[in-house]
């Protein structure tokens, strides 16, 4: 079964460093997305990502984050000066359509020291 | 806006007893509606979805029926299993969308005794 990949699985970084979170979305997938989850509770979307642009983002995705899709296979997501409150579990997903549901990626726990 | 509200955990049932977990969503026109479940130390799972109202979806014994009239989509199982200890995250995705993003409810942990 097609899989979502994630890499690193952990990340460990101190505040004020960049980091990039790395994702292999499903080959034949047009849409992607990151989500973060802190203390394994509530899942919060960050940014959809379609035609090589964003689609949508939330309010937590300010100006300390980006992503791109570099060459057409890799979807990155950037911090460039990571704070405390940026550890958390991220989430690449990826889908064909809204009614099949996402497909996740095992995740990156990024803990920021 | 779109919201989804979960019933509230930590849920502690024995093995082989009936699971409900409620769901409630609140969404103009008709968003499809997903269960995701996470198992300790892994990355979400898509369980189960509906797409229309009376939809029943169902995966691994697990069942949930998107209910237009009352908003809900609660998940249910006959005789769970100490395996299906997890978490468990009910969904929207936006109306009339191809592909929007989707709202998750806070989470239900369930812990399944032997």
């Known amino acids: 079964e097609p899989e979502v990949t994630q890499t690193p699985s952990h990340q460990v970084t101190q505040m004020g460093q960049e980091v990039i979170l790395r994702c292999v979305p499903i080959s034949n997938h047009l849409y992607f997305y990151w989500y973060r989850q802190i203390l394994g509770q509530k899942v919060e979307f960050l940014v959809s990502f379609y035609n090589n642009e964003i689609s949508e983002k939330s309010e937590i995705f300010d100006d300390q984050f980006s992503v791109e899709r570099p060459d057409g296979s890799n979807f990155t997501l950037k911090i460039r000066s990571t704070k405390l409150e940026d550890s958390a579990m991220y989430f690449c997903a990826s889908l064909t359509d809204g009614t099949y549901g996402y497909t996740f990626g095992s995740g990156t726990r990024l803990t920021v020291v | 806006g779109n919201s989804v509200t979960q019933m509230e955990g930590p849920v502690t049932l024995s093995e082989e007893a009936f699971l409900t977990i409620n769901c409630t969503y609140t969404a103009t026109g008709y968003p499809s509606l997903f269960w995701y479940v996470q198992y300790p130390g892994e990355g979400l799972q898509l369980l189960l979805k509906a797409t229309k109202a009376d939809d029943k979806g169902s995966n691994k014994g697990f069942e949930a029926t998107y209910r237009k009239e009352t908003t809900s989509f609660h998940l249910e199982k006959g005789s769970v299993q100490v395996s299906d200890s997890a978490v468990y995250f009910c969904?929207?995705?936006?109306?009339?969308?191809?592909?929007?993003?989707?709202?998750f409810g806070d989470g239900t942990t369930l812990t399944v005794k032997p």
């Open positions: 969904a929207l995705t936006r109306p009339n969308t191809n592909a929007g993003k989707s709202t």
